[in-house]
């Protein structure tokens, strides 16, 4: 089992950025595919980007190619999610997840950490 905690979140302007950190504790991330998912107020959890270390292979939402980039450390145990140019539509809670499998689906995500705010104004 592994322990999924996320940090990073807050308010910023339109344009500007962030980075989400995920610390696992437990099992080692890197024998997971590490995803971040998002939920706005209203609307159901959806897939932003996931990345499987052992065929470096990344799969994104299109909605944030060029802007969201995912990176891990290996020393800390961590994953990482850098929002760049961020827009008022990526307002939403954000999730980090570990899986089997390289998926956008939720169900496929067996751990889930408990979620950090992001808000983004104009």
């Known amino acids: 089992q592994v322990q999924l905690v996320e940090s990073g979140g807050g308010s910023v302007q339109a344009g500007g950025s962030l980075r989400l950190s995920c610390a696992a504790s437990?099992?080692?991330?890197?024998?997971?595919?590490m995803g971040w998912f998002r939920q706005a107020p209203g609307k159901e959890r959806e897939f932003v980007i996931a990345?499987?270390?052992?065929?470096?292979?990344?799969r994104y939402t299109e909605s944030v190619k060029g802007r969201f980039t995912i990176s891990r450390d290996n020393v800390k145990d961590a994953v990482y999610l850098q929002l760049g140019n961020l827009k008022t539509e990526d307002t939403a809670v954000y999730y980090c997840?570990?899986?089997?499998?390289?998926?956008?689906?939720?169900?496929?995500?067996?751990?889930w950490g408990q979620g950090t705010q992001v808000t983004v104004s104009a």
């Open positions: 997840a570990a899986g089997g499998l390289l998926s956008r689906s939720t169900s496929l995500y067996d751990y």
């Open positions: 437990g099992r080692t991330s890197s024998e997971f595919v």
């Open positions: 990345m499987s270390w052992s065929t470096n292979t990344t």
